[in-house]
């Protein structure tokens, strides 16, 4: 069994089918339509399975993190659900934020290893971690026990890991070989208000993309010709309670998980958004995002309804 979320910590902060609905599409100026929107699979909350992270795999399938049942998992496209790997419990949890271990980010590489970030509050556990195919889970860098790593982010050409720090407002870098993570970037943007700062990741288009829960902001920071990081750039702003983010083709549009709202945003290059889906669709809490060919999944995490947390597919 599972560990319920921890409800008290975040105190005050905060259609089956629906109509089609337009999107720019980010290749050219014809409109790409969402619809089929329906929910793959559901999960259950009492047992702590509240996907907080995705990655899709090459045949449709999906993987997930479980924030606070220590599990990776996939869901295939038939909606069942195999758990790949449950990572080891600490003897006694103290995260910051949240006080219990959690599972954030997920990423995978061609040869289909993932990677992911786990926070325990405790030296033996907390950091990223690495399954191959067929494997067991295993730490391949450790983290700050006093932050919060969260998202999690994969360079494909560099083979450089990205890991969004809530807390200490740090993105960490490190080689998908392990080793010890070197502080890329941080500074005021990436910093929490209240709650949580950088949480998701994505590498796109030579920067690395990045997301401020509290300050609602979308950033991009443009890697150097040696790897160093550039000037962090805002490029949307009053996105309520942002969390993950997956890019729409080639381009710079891309879908944003509004997590306390039950929201989707599609957010264009130019910063402007529009919500696309929502509570009525069957979001509860959103977390992250994964785009594969013609189709998005939408895994919610149910942290603030408590209800429901579920995968949402939909085709474009």
Same mark, same amino acid.
């Given at each position: 069994?599972?560990?319920?979320?921890?409800?008290?910590?975040?105190?005050?902060?905060?259609?089956?089918?629906?109509?089609?609905?337009?999107?720019?599409?980010?290749?050219?100026?014809?409109?790409?339509?969402?619809?089929?929107?329906?929910?793959?699979?559901?999960?259950?909350?009492?047992?702590?399975?509240?996907?907080?992270?995705?990655?899709?795999?090459?045949?449709?399938?999906?993987?997930?993190?479980?924030?606070?049942?220590?599990?990776?998992?996939?869901?295939?496209?038939?909606?069942?659900?195999?758990?790949?790997?449950?990572?080891?419990?600490?003897?006694?949890?103290?995260?910051?934020?949240?006080?219990?271990?959690?599972?954030?980010?997920?990423?995978?590489?061609?040869?289909?290893?993932?990677?992911?970030?786990?926070?325990?509050?405790?030296?033996?556990?907390?950091?990223? !971690?690495?399954?191959?195919?067929?494997?067991?889970?295993?730490?391949?860098?450790?983290?700050?026990?006093?932050?919060?790593?969260?998202?999690?982010?994969?360079?494909?050409?560099?083979?450089?890991?990205?890991?969004?720090?809530?807390?200490?407002?740090?993105? !960490?870098?490190?080689?998908?070989?392990?080793?010890?993570?070197?502080? !890329?970037?941080?500074?005021?943007?990436?910093?929490?208000?209240?709650?949580?700062?950088?949480?998701?990741?994505?590498?796109?288009?030579?920067?690395?993309?990045?997301?401020?829960?509290?300050?609602?902001?979308?950033?991009?920071?443009?890697?150097?010709?040696?790897?160093?990081?550039?000037?962090?750039?805002?490029?949307?702003?009053?996105?309520?309670?942002?969390?993950?983010?997956?890019?729409?083709?080639?381009?710079?549009?891309?879908?944003?998980?509004?997590?306390?709202?039950?929201?989707?945003?599609?957010?264009?290059?130019?910063?402007?958004?529009?919500?696309?889906?929502?509570?009525?669709?069957?979001?509860?809490?959103?977390?992250?995002?994964?785009?594969?060919?013609?189709?998005?999944?939408?895994?919610?995490?149910?942290?603030?309804?408590?209800?429901?947390?579920?995968?949402?597919?939909?085709?474009?």
């Amino acid at each position: 069994m599972g560990k319920m979320f921890p409800w008290s910590v975040l105190g005050g902060l905060a259609m089956a089918m629906i109509a089609v609905v337009s999107m720019v599409h980010p290749a050219s100026a014809a409109p790409v339509r969402v619809s089929g929107v329906h929910i793959l699979a559901h999960f259950d909350l009492a047992a702590g399975q509240q996907p907080e992270n995705i990655v899709a795999e090459p045949d449709g399938a999906v993987d997930l993190t479980f924030a606070f049942a220590d599990q990776v998992v996939r869901v295939t496209p038939d909606g069942k659900m195999h758990i790949l790997a449950t990572l080891p419990a600490p003897a006694k949890a103290f995260t910051p934020i949240l006080g219990v271990a959690f599972l954030g980010g997920i990423v995978k590489t061609n040869d289909g290893t993932l990677y992911f970030n786990y926070d325990t509050g405790t030296s033996d556990l907390t950091g990223i !971690w690495r399954l191959r195919p067929g494997g067991v889970p295993t730490r391949i860098a450790a983290l700050p026990v006093n932050g919060f790593a969260n998202g999690l982010a994969l360079d494909e050409q560099t083979g450089l890991l990205y890991s969004a720090d809530s807390v200490l407002g740090t993105i !960490w870098r490190v080689s998908v070989r392990g080793g010890t993570p070197t502080a !890329w970037v941080s500074g005021p943007a990436l910093a929490p208000k209240s709650f949580a700062g950088a949480n998701g990741m994505k590498v796109h288009n030579g920067a690395v993309w990045t997301t401020n829960t509290d300050a609602g902001t979308l950033l991009r920071i443009p890697i150097g010709n040696h790897g160093q990081a550039q000037a962090i750039e805002t490029r949307a702003t009053g996105l309520t309670f942002i969390d993950d983010i997956a890019f729409v083709g080639n381009g710079d549009t891309l879908l944003a998980a509004l997590n306390s709202i039950s929201e989707v945003a599609l957010v264009k290059p130019d910063g402007t958004h529009t919500i696309v889906l929502t509570a009525t669709d069957g979001l509860s809490n959103p977390t992250s995002i994964a785009v594969h060919n013609e189709t998005i999944f939408v895994p919610s995490a149910a942290y603030f309804t408590k209800a429901d947390p579920n995968l949402l597919e939909a085709h474009i």
